[in-house]
């Protein structure tokens, strides 16, 4: 990012790294968690599922990637460390249903994180709304497929 493009950014860069670095955890996260289960499901019905799994953990993963392009043009470092993933993150790690058949909890899951990440991408469109377009262009693009993800499992639980 050039000079100028940092001089019309009107909320601290810092600050943004920071934000913006939770997120991209937050990420991981989901998608280790969401790649997981689409491997390891079983039961009757879980075709459905393991689909939509592994859909929205890639995803997570595009996301991750576009943010941590963004980090870096920002001037920061993404995290080098995969065991420093869960402690920048903005919640902890949820674990797998030990019973991999418990298709209920699987989606409950899901859709507990896609609410969490709702609400963190929502933020930060707030923040920077007004102040660095180029940040609230790529946070309401995450903000809407997270949407779509809460969407889609909502929709799984109601059959
Ligand atoms: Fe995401
Ligand atoms: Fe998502």
Redesign the pocket.
Known sequence: MGKQARAIVEISLKDLVKDLTK?YA??WL??YLYWYMAQTVSGKMYGGVREALNK?AK??L???QELTDLIVKLGGTPLANPMELEKNANAPYMMPPKNTADINRIIRIVTEAEAE?IEV?NKLAKKTFGKDNVTYQLVTH?LA??VE?EEMFESLLER
């Open positions: 997120a937050d990420e989901a998608f929205i995803d997570e595009e996301h991750a990440a991408y995450i497929e997270e993800h």
